[in-house]
């Protein structure tokens, strides 16, 4: 999953994990790998397994609609989540603060 998530994001450009940890490495100072690798398993854990859990951490976070933008790029469909959820309104209050 980190393969797809650097590459939704635009961080590399690559068709296989070799590829990408390559590029990463081309670029990631040695010693940020081991946090970055951390910080980016588990991140990406919790947006394709634990989806519900992920939406609300973006709906808690200090700036929800940038949270609810990079879940979105990373291939969580927060409006789809939210009405399982019954979160259609906090997404939505969430979504307007931008714009207030």
């Known amino acids: 999953h980190m393969h797809r998530m650097f590459n939704d994001l635009n961080w590399v ?16 100072p040695r010693e940020k790998w081991e946090t970055v690798n951390i910080l980016w398993v588990g991140f990406g854990q919790e947006v394709q397994q634990f989806k519900p859990k992920m939406l609300r951490k973006a709906l808690a ?4 609609p940038r949270a609810l933008r990079l879940i979105k790029r990373l291939g969580l469909d927060y409006k789809k ?3 399982k959820l019954g979160l259609e309104q906090d997404i939505k209050d969430a979504l307007h603060k931008t714009n207030a």
């Open 13 to 28: 450009h690559s068709k296989t994990p070799e590829q990408t940890r390559v590029q990463l490495e081309s670029w990631l």
């Open 81 to 83: 989540e939210g009405e």
């Open 61 to 64: 976070c200090s700036d929800p």
